[in-house]
Nanobody, 122 residues
Framework: QVQLLEAGGGSVQAGGSLNLSCTAS?????MAWFRQAPGKEREGVAG????????YYEDYVRGRFIISGNRAKRPLYLQMNSLKPEDTAMYYC??????????????????WGQGTQVTVSS
């Protein structure tokens, strides 16, 4: 069982930045960030593979968000820059021990954090 703890959410004005972190209780193969806005389906944001340090970004955050992990594999970070009101959502960290499936709503991911709220005002 892997436990995930997110931190770093908050409120910011459009154009501002926030840095989220996700700390796993044990080693994982890959981790990712997903988000869900009120009334909308959960969607992927970015992903990270510890072996090879590969990254994945959805088009709507590429160039603005940066996902990274430290050498000890914990925690995972999501640096969010040039934030827009449409980035407002609950952000969830997810982890897998095996295969990592990117994109979509993350239905195949096994471990999830409780989420951290990000609010961007115009």
């Amino acid at each position: 069982q892997v436990q995930l703890l997110e931190a770093g959410g908050g409120s910011v004005q459009a154009g501002g930045s926030l840095n989220l972190s996700c700390t796993a209780s044990s080693d994982t193969a890959c981790m990712a960030w997903f988000r869900q806005a009120p009334g909308k389906e959960r969607e992927g944001v970015a992903g990270f593979v510890w072996g090879g340090r590969l990254t994945y970004y959805e088009d709507y955050v590429r160039g603005r968000f940066i996902i990274s992990g430290n050498r000890a594999k914990r925690p995972l970070y999501l640096q969010m820059n040039s934030l827009k009101p449409e980035d407002t959502a609950m952000y969830y960290c997810a982890a897998e021990l095996g295969d990592c499936v990117w994109g979509g709503s993350g239905g195949s991911w096994t471990y999830w954090g409780q989420g951290t709220q990000v609010t961007v005002s115009s």
